[in-house]
């Protein structure tokens, strides 16, 4: 199974910044980011693929950004003007060939963002 090694998990003052790294042992294609609140579901928060393209969920575009290296094996997500709604557990996710994230074959552990007053 590919392994996916998230890291960056914190905790930030709300408006505050954090950056979010995942690296997956093997290159892949659609690498990205799920979210889960505390009593809510896992959500998506954003991907990139192959190609560069890039995909945001309504509540984080224009406030994250996600980029990836140029082997196609680590991505980061940083995360400007946080809100408290941005709280939660935060999982990398991933396909090796699939182009999008609509179904992730491969999971990280999760790490945990906290926000602040």
């Known amino acids: 199974q590919v392994q996916l090694v998230?890291?960056?998990?914190?905790?930030?003052?709300?408006?505050?910044s954090l950056k979010l790294t995942?690296?997956?042992?093997?290159?892949?294609n659609a690498m990205g980011w799920f979210r889960q609140g505390p009593g809510e579901g896992r959500e998506f928060v954003a991907s990139i693929?192959?190609?560069?393209?890039?995909?945001?969920?309504?509540?984080?575009?224009?406030?994250?950004?996600?980029?990836?290296d140029s082997t196609r094996n680590k991505v980061d997500l940083q995360m400007?003007?946080?809100y408290y709604e941005d709280a939660g557990d935060y999982y990398c996710a991933a396909n090796q060939l699939v182009a999008s994230l609509n179904y992730p074959d491969q999971w990280g552990e999760g790490t945990q963002v906290a926000i602040s007053q």
């Open 6 to 16: 998230e890291s960056g998990g914190g905790q930030v003052q709300a408006g505050g």
């Open 22 to 28: 995942c690296a997956a042992s093997r290159s892949m």
């Open 49 to 68: 693929n192959n190609r560069g393209t890039t995909i945001y969920a309504e509540s984080v575009k224009g406030r994250f950004t996600i980029s990836r």
């Open 80 to 82: 400007d003007s946080t």
